[in-house]
């Protein structure tokens, strides 16, 4: 069965970290391109990070020097390390399957900055 299932999210002050966990199956992980996105209330799903088959990584301007996407292929398991967290980083966060198609999403799990 191919699957995403997340993990890691929770409440957080602000300036504090999580790590959030992807695990996949179903599929050869090592070939995919993995992401991470978000989705706020009220507004639309947008994306986070990336990491290609070959490592390397893309991130969105809000999160660059605070967020750092990893895989581990021996795991099937892409990472993302948050730090410096803010209260606009609440969101659920989804984990992607991307290239090549066709896309899979996880269920998401919840990421929320509050003091």
């Known amino acids: 069965q191919v699957q995403l299932v997340e993990s890691g999210g929770g409440k957080v002050p602000p300036g504090g970290s999580l790590r959030l966990s992807c695990v996949a199956s179903?599929?050869?992980?090592?070939?995919?391109?993995m992401g991470w996105y978000r989705q706020a209330p009220g507004k639309q799903r947008e994306l986070v990070a990336t990491?290609?088959?070959?490592?390397?990584?893309t991130y969105a301007d809000s999160v660059k020097g605070r967020f750092t996407i990893s895989r581990d292929n021996a795991k099937n398991t892409v990472y993302l390390q948050m730090n410096s967290l803010k209260p606009e980083d609440t969101a659920v966060y989804y984990c992607?399957?991307?290239?090549?198609?066709?896309?899979?999403w996880g269920r998401g799990t919840q990421v929320t900055v509050s003091s």
């Open positions: 179903g599929f050869s992980f090592s070939v995919y391109t």
């Open positions: 992607k399957r991307g290239s090549p198609p066709p896309v899979i």
């Open positions: 990491v290609t088959s070959s490592a390397m990584t």
